[in-house]
């Protein structure tokens, strides 16, 4: 199982952090040594504070190391291969119904269904490949073969509609397997499923995909976008499986 995280610079906070407490606490016995009179002044019982209160001051420089070193956190901008993102193209898939439009040849618009063998029949230059390859670069391939069949061979390429079958489980409103016409984002299907339950945490969604014949698993922060804030889109493909875990808290 991958799981990207960011904890970079977390080992040397630790450090720090360790090395800051140790000099504080050294210092404080100095202080105290070095104090003259009593507690009676600020700078006194400042000193005094320091000195009885150990734990509270090393509480309150770990809390600062944590907050400016970030601590470990998962990371929802590495994508799984194949991952589209939010400038991406969506590659063309088996079940996907394709609209073609000829400018120059109306009457060999049509609309087709990739098959399952990933290609589609097409007039005069017969079986072509689809699967695997963007709108754009079927688009192109397809007028380069209608080239030499004729004089104007411009082609429109249009997805009509595309399906994915998802899995979306765990503490959802609704667990089960689920249709959606691409693209469709993984936030998207959580909410289609029922949306996290009170339980749900939707901090740390695990997607899992088969990838090269392995299940690769990506986790996913879908919190910043319950919150209205603006986020990376993560779209779904066909076979994913969602599965959003319990909240510890």
Known sequence: M???????????CL????????????????????????????????????RMRPFSVIALV???????????????EALLPGQPG???????????????????????????????DGKVSLPVVGEV???????????NELVTLYKPQLR???????????????????????PGKFSFDRPTTIFQAIMEAGGATEYGNLRNVRLIRVTNGEQQTQVVNLSPTLGGKKTRAFFVKDGDVIYVPQSLF
């Open 2 to 12: 991958i799981q990207n995280t960011t904890c970079a610079g977390l080992e040397t």
């Open 15 to 50: 450090i720090l952090g360790s090395d800051m407490i140790s000099r504080l606490i050294e210092r404080s016995s100095g202080w105290r040594d070095r104090t003259v009179g009593s507690c009676s002044q600020p700078a006194g019982r400042a000193i005094y504070w320091l």
């Open 62 to 76: 770990a809390g600062v190391i944590l907050l400016g070193c970030g601590g470990c956190r998962t990371s929802s």
């Open 86 to 116: 939010a400038t991406t193209p969506v590659r063309l898939s088996p079940g996907d119904v394709i609209k073609l439009t000829f400018p120059g040849a109306s009457e060999l618009n049509q609309a087709q269904k990739i098959r399952t």
């Open 129 to 139: 490949t689809a699967a695997g390859k963007t709108l754009v670069d079927f688009q």
């Open 152 to 174: 104007n061979s411009d082609v429109l390429v249009t997805l009509e509609s595309g399906v994915v079958t998802v899995v979306v489980s765990g503490y959802v409103g609704h």
